[in-house]
């Protein structure tokens, strides 16, 4: 992998960890282990995908929670 790719993952990492700021405490932690590169490309990686697991299952959610009311009416 790049360099230019690493910085990207930790950018995107670091962009989501922020939208999590004041919602999760863990974000802070986990911001400031990426910051001062105290975590690895795996570790970051692993994040990114968990964080992206969980933002597709929630809109699935969202998107059933969605249809479900509309085969009500």
Request: aromatic content about 4%; hydrophobic content about 45%.
């Amino acid at each position: 992998m790049t360099t230019i790719s690493k910085n990207k993952n930790r950018e995107y990492l670091l962009t989501m960890l922020n939208a999590l700021k004041g919602k999760r405490a863990a974000a802070a932690g986990l911001k400031v282990l990426v910051k001062k590169n105290l975590i690895d490309e795996n570790a970051i990686m692993e994040l990114l995908h968990i964080f992206l697991k969980v933002i597709y299952a929630t809109q699935s959610k969202a998107e059933l929670k969605k249809l479900q009311k509309s085969m009500k009416k």
